[in-house]
């Protein structure tokens, strides 16, 4: 297990394949990321909410969808285990397991404990995702609408940087400001989204959320 950092992990490939039935209980299906530019597998809606989330934090490089399948023994019975998500990111590997937490029975326990032992040995962080805290998801949502790229033929992002620069403003103070409102308010979530603004995500986002311009370091690239 301490050799795992030593694979390359672009040799990996999802140790189940996804498939689509009419009669499956779980929901597969194929979430496109804006930080690696390609379509990734989940198997169920809390994997999406999961990848779109990791979308939207800052450093993610790669995400390897069941990387492995681990093996071991629990007094004398043989277990396996696939864990969900291996995250590359800038600050490191993070191995993610998601299950809601009503859902985690006894023996997911036990599995979860033991990927935590391989993530370890390996220097890699672990964790399971067992729900949101309130407003989480929702507001990360909402900025997904328009994370893809979007052209700025009127200049509306120039606008929005300007004005957030004079101080906060409500998010319909900064859009209403802007040449067309209706269209500063595609480009003031894209902004959002890529941290060229930022605002308070800990609270429901909405008009009368304070919308500030982000420190530089802080931005990604928008892609044109």
């Known amino acids: 297990m301490r050799d795992l950092n030593k694979v390359n992990l672009g040799w990996s490939v999802p140790v189940r394949r996804f498939t689509w039935r009419t009669d499956q209980f779980h929901r597969p299906g194929l979430e496109y990321l804006i930080s ?21 934090v800052a450093g993610l490089v790669e995400v390897l969808c069941q990387p492995f399948r681990l093996q071991f023994f629990s007094e004398g019975k043989a277990m396996r285990h696939t864990p969900d998500f291996l995250l590359v990111t800038e600050s490191g590997l993070f191995l993610i397991d998601v299950r809601p937490a009503d859902r985690i029975k006894p023996e997911d ?3 979860f404990a033991a990927a935590a032992e391989v993530a370890l040995s390996a220097g890699w962080q672990y964790g399971v995702v067992a729900g949101w805290r309130q407003h989480a998801w929702t507001n990360v949502d909402a900025l997904s609408a328009e994370r893809r790229p979007l052209p700025d ?3 509306i992002q120039g606008q929005l940087r300007n004005e957030a620069a004079q101080g906060p403003l409500t998010f319909a103070e900064l859009v209403e400001r802007c040449r067309i409102p209706a269209i500063g308010r595609a480009h003031a979530i894209h902004l959002l989204w890529h941290r060229h603004l930022g605002v308070d995500l800990s609270v429901p986002f909405g008009d009368a959320s304070l919308v ?13």
Do not use: I, M
């Open 212 to 224: 500030r311009l982000a420190p530089q370091r802080h931005h990604r690239e928008l892609d044109r």
């Open 153 to 155: 033929v009127l200049g």
């Open 36 to 56: 690696t530019d390609r379509h990734h597998g989940f198997e169920s809606h809390e994997e999406e909410r999961l990848l779109l989330v990791c979308d939207f």
């Open 109 to 111: 326990a036990l599995r």
